[in-house]
């Protein structure tokens, strides 16, 4: 059985720059969600990364949560939905709101 998996990660930044969070979406093929929930945390773990910015600022990508699990019904090709939540109109506007560069 199929899962998708949402998980949060958190850049950890030496500066007092503004928070910044990515969500990661994996799929994970697991017996149950409970299962799921431990190989994505695994997965989540093995893919925190440090690294040097060109302004020679340090940043640490940290893995925070899992933030959703959602079992896939559908048969895996086109058209499959693999993850679906309801959103309010302000993490719309959020999503819709590039970012500043």
Same mark, same amino acid.
């Given at each position: 059985m199929?899962?998708?998996?949402?998980?949060?990660?958190? @850049?950890? #930044?030496e500066?007092?720059? @503004?928070?910044?969070?990515e969500?990661?979406?994996? *799929?994970?093929?697991a017996?149950?969600e409970v299962?799921?929930? !431990?190989? @994505? %945390?695994q997965y989540?773990? %093995?893919?925190e990364?440090?690294?040097?910015?060109?302004n020679?600022?340090?940043? %640490?990508?940290?893995?925070r949560q899992?933030? #959703?699990?959602y079992?896939i019904?559908?048969? *895996?090709?086109d !058209? @499959?939905?693999v993850?679906? #939540?309801?959103l309010?109109?302000?993490?719309? %506007?959020?999503? *819709?709101?590039?970012?500043?560069?």
């Amino acid at each position: 059985m199929y899962f998708s998996v949402s998980l949060l990660y958190e @850049a950890v #930044r030496e500066n007092n720059d @503004a928070p910044l969070w990515e969500e990661r979406i994996i *799929l994970i093929n697991a017996i149950d969600e409970v299962e799921a929930e !431990g190989k @994505a %945390k695994q997965y989540a773990h %093995k893919e925190e990364i440090s690294y040097e910015t060109g302004n020679g600022s340090r940043v %640490k990508w940290v893995f925070r949560q899992v933030e #959703r699990i959602y079992m896939i019904d559908d048969e *895996l090709g086109d !058209g @499959a939905e693999v993850f679906s #939540r309801f959103l309010r109109d302000s993490e719309v %506007k959020s999503m *819709l709101t590039p970012f500043d560069e």
